[in-house]
Every structure is written in structure tokens, then in C-alpha cells.
């Protein structure tokens, strides 16, 4: 049964794919609330020095002072963005993964009930595999750090819409309704 490999891959992956979830909670919470506290003390030092026409404990600041605190704000304005975006790439990661797992177990499954060429059954297979580990399995790279990894993200969805179009032609094909043997 060539769609086993499908079924297993999709199983085996949803586990790392589900898991971003917990380290989202448990690792980027933290940091982006330190983050926001950080902005909140900058940004409200700036905004009290405006309302207090820049001057604090009724002394007027000198203008490195002022530039410093305006460096501060917008420093740590860049320090939750950065976050956020950190954020964003894990939960796009957390999804994209889950779907293409899920993805992969329907595949293998369909697989089992299509009669095609062995060949052309493999070429569907692994094209639904390459295709997750090269779009959301590299955006999981990238969320650990491995910024080469941006360079293979954007081969895995044409390898899936290929994944995808070879496999409405072989159901067109060869759909038989019941188990197929290899």
C-alpha cells in the first residue's frame, strides 16, 4: 500500500506540528509580555515628557536626554514587533503543518482506493510529503532559528497544488471505491 507512508508521515508529523501549540504558550508568551511591559514603561515615559512639555520633576530635559528616551520607545516599539513576528511565523507554522498532516493522512488514504501505475502512485506520495516538509516544516526550521531553511519554504506549496492536481487525475483515472493491492 503505497498511501501507507502517507498515513504514518501524517500521524508522526501532526505530533511535531501540534506540538508548536504548547511551546507557543509555554516560550513566546513570556517574552512578548516582557516585551509589552517594556514598551508600556518607554512609551509612557515619552508620553508623560510630552504632556509635561519635556521637562521631568519640573526640570526641562536637555535634548540627549529627550533623543535617548525617544531611542528607548522606539526600541522597545522594534523589540514587540519582532515578537509579534516571531509569533506570527510559529502559529502560521502550528496550522500550516496541522493541515498538511491532516492533509497527508487523506492522501494515503485516497491513495488506497485509486488503481494507477505504481509509479505514478509513488510520484503522488512523495510529492504530498516533500511538499508539507518543504512549506511548513521549513517555516518550523525558521521558528528554531535555521534561517536558511526561507529558502526552501516557497517550493513546498507548488509541490502540494502538483500533489493535489496529480491526484484529482488519478481518481479521475482510476478511482476504484474499494481497497486497491499494490
Not at 37 to 51: D, F, Y
Request: aromatic content about 6%.
Amino acid at each position: 500500500m503505497i498511501g501507507k507512508k502517507n498515513i504514518a508521515f501524517g500521524f508522526l508529523y501532526l505530533v511535531i506540528t501540534a506540538s508548536l501549540g504548547p511551546y507557543m504558550i509555554v516560550k513566546m508568551l513570556p517574552e512578548r509580555a516582557a516585551a509589552l511591559q517594556e514598551k508600556q514603561t518607554t512609551v509612557g515615559r515619552l508620553q508623560s515628557l510630552k504632556t509635561n512639555d519635556f521637562s521631568e520633576e519640573l526640570e526641562p530635559l536637555k535634548p540627549e536626554a529627550i533623543a535617548k528616551a525617544n531611542t528607548d520607545g522606539i526600541l522597545s516599539l522594534n523589540k514587540l514587533v519582532n515578537v509579534d513576528n516571531a509569533r506570527d511565523l510559529t502559529r502560521t507554522a502550528h496550522v500550516h503543518g496541522n493541515l498538511e498532516s491532516v492533509l497527508n493522512i487523506l492522501a494515503g488514504l485516497a491513495l488506497c482506493f485509486v488503481a494507477v501505475g505504481r509509479v505514478f502512485k509513488q510520484l503522488i506520495s512523495w510529492l504530498f510529503i516533500a511538499g508539507a516538509l518543504l512549506h511548513s516544516g521549513s517555516m518550523i526550521l525558521l521558528v528554531l532559528g535555521m534561517d536558511w531553511a526561507g529558502m526552501t519554504l516557497r517550493i513546498g506549496p507548488f509541490l502540494i497544488l502538483a500533489a493535489l492536481l496529480t491526484m484529482g487525475i488519478a481518481t479521475i483515472i482510476g478511482f476504484k471505491g474499494e481497497l486497491v493491492k499494490d
